[in-house]
C-alpha cells in the first residue's frame, strides 16, 4: 500500500491519499512492517545547489515509526547520510540494472545487511542524455529515454517525473526478503 499526500493517479497498486505522519501514527500499529521514504529534497544536491528550502522529516519520521513500535526501514538519497543510522547502502548494479542509483536505508527494530557493492566498471550516461549500449543511466532532471529508464528500474507505469525520485521496485524486494529471513 502507497501513502501520499499528493494524488498518484498512475501508480498501480493499492493507494490512500492522506497526510503520510497522521496517517502512520493512526493506522500504523495495523501492519507488520513499514516501509517510509520521506521526503528527500532537503539531501538532494539539486535542490542545495538551487538553495530551496525543504522541511527535515527524517527524525520525524522515524520518532513516529519508533512510537508506532513495528519494524520499519526508512529510505533516502546519499546526502542523508549524516542523519541517518547505520546506513545501508543500496546499489543499482547490485541487482543487475543500468543505473548506480546509490540509496541509503534504516532499519529499525531488526537487522539490514550490507550487500557487497559491486565495482562500478560501466561509464555513465552523461546527464541529460539517453542512455547508450553497455552505459549506467543517470535518470534526475529531464533526461531523455524516459521508455528505456521505465524498463532499466522496472517502473513501466512511471512519468519522468515520478522516475527522477523512485527507488527501484529491486531495492524494496531486498529490503522486504531480508526482512522475511528475520523472522524465520
Not at 527522477?164 to 523472522?183: D, H, M, N, S
Request: hydrophobic content about 35%; charged content about 25%; overall charge neutral.
Amino acid at each position: 500500500m502507497g501513502i501520499d499526500i499528493a494524488r498518484q493517479p498512475r501508480y498501480p497498486f493499492e493507494f490512500v491519499q492522506a497526510e503520510a505522519m497522521q496517517f502512520l501514527l493512526t493506522y500504523g500499529h495495523r501492519f507488520d512492517f513499514i516501509h517510509a521514504s520521506p521526503p528527500c529534497q532537503l539531501y538532494s544536491k539539486t535542490q542545495r545547489i538551487r538553495q530551496n528550502d525543504h522541511p527535515d522529516l527524517l527524525g520525524p519520521t522515524r520518532e513516529a515509526l519508533t512510537a508506532v513500535g513495528v519494524p520499519w526501514v526508512i529510505e533516502n538519497v546519499m546526502g542523508a547520510e549524516p542523519e541517518m543510522r547505520n546506513p545501508v547502502m543500496l546499489c543499482g548494479n547490485y541487482f543487475g540494472l543500468h543505473t548506480y542509483r546509490h540509496r541509503l536505508f534504516e532499519a529499525g527494530g531488526w537487522e539490514l545487511p550490507q550487500p557487497a557493492h559491486p565495482v562500478h566498471e560501466k561509464r555513465q550516461t552523461k546527464m541529460g542524455r539517453r542512455r547508450q549500449p553497455g552505459e549506467m543511466g543517470i535518470y534526475v532532471g529531464n533526461f531523455i529515454g524516459v521508455d528505456g529508464a521505465k524498463e532499466d528500474l522496472g517502473v513501466p507505469w512511471m512519468s519522468r517525473e515520478g522516475i527522477r525520485e523512485c527507488i527501484p521496485p529491486a531495492y524494496t524486494e531486498y529490503v522486504g526478503r531480508e526482512f522475511i529471513k528475520q523472522l524465520r
